[in-house]
């Protein structure tokens, strides 16, 4: 009887604060389907995300915060302002991420109030407890590894669509560019790195399991850290629509198989 009375009232949450996230997320559009879906596909993805962590409210506050911000905003942001036009100057691209990064506290803030997570520890214990799985050498190696393997598989992936988008990349009127080699190889090999860390936290703060871990990174890889921005990215320029599938498949594998490769390397030795 009990758990019949806690469903109405958990999606209830969940609705309101898909309706809260929606705002926020039109703030640069009006309000319409489009953030409608990014809102409440990301209140969805919260509340099953929350439900996996295992801290306190203050810390899995710091945690959502942290790895919204530094995986659905900056990361992208990072890429965009070396593969598009988006950014006139590197004053602009600090603006944009001073509105990301209330924006993530927005968004971090309403799920916390809302869905109430119940864990037991706090983020310090909790990391420090999954890095004494490991040696330090360990862990240095092993970061290294996966920011290598993020760009190894980006790479892979992205070679494997661009007989696809490259013509499109080619348009100068597309707004999307194509830096050197070494800028590639260099900022891949940074969001690689950027990844390897937010993931090596996130681990330390759900619970324990080696296919949690998994299913957790491949999730917030993709939902919040590459789908509902390329969604965003459809509205805000429409010129990208018609490469779009293509980068959805191309993101969507590289969630999966980074996810895996993350939740081998940086798990915990016992997970």
């Known amino acids: 009887m009990k758990s019949e009375r806690a469903m109405p009232k958990s999606a209830y949450r969940v609705l309101v604060l898909g309706i809260i996230l929606s705002l926020i997320y039109s703030r640069i559009f009006s309000f319409t389907l489009i953030t409608a879906f990014e809102g409440f596909g990301l209140a969805i993805f919260l509340a099953w995300f929350i439900s996996k962590v295992d801290l306190k409210p203050g810390s899995a506050f710091i945690l959502i915060w942290f790895s919204l911000f530094m995986i659905g905003y900056f990361n992208n942001s990072l890429e965009a302002y070396f593969f598009t036009k988006q950014y006139q100057s590197i004053e602009s691209f600090m603006m944009a991420m001073l509105i990301s990064l209330f924006s993530a506290l927005l968004e971090s803030t309403s799920a916390i109030l809302l869905l109430q997570p ?145 939740s081998r390397l940086i798990g915990a030795k016992s997970a």
């Open 118 to 262: 119940e864990g037991s520890r706090d983020i310090t214990s909790a990391l420090r407890s999954h890095l004494s799985s490991r040696t330090r050498s360990s862990w240095v190696k092993r970061i290294i590894a996966a920011s290598a393997v993020y760009f190894l598989i980006y790479f892979i992936f992205g070679l494997m669509v661009s007989p696809f988008v490259m013509p499109y990349y080619s348009q100068s009127s597309s707004g999307l560019v194509i830096p050197s080699l070494t800028i590639i190889i260099s900022l891949e090999l940074l969001r690689g790195f950027i990844y390897a860390i937010v993931l090596l936290v996130v681990f330390a703060g759900i619970k324990s399991g080696r296919r949690l871990n998994f299913v957790v990174a491949s999730s917030l890889l993709f939902i919040p850290g590459a789908f509902l921005p390329l969604i965003s990215s459809m509205v805000s320029f429409s010129v990208i629509s018609p490469v779009a599938p293509f980068h959805m498949v191309e993101i969507l594998a590289d969630s999966v198989v980074y996810g895996y490769a993350a």
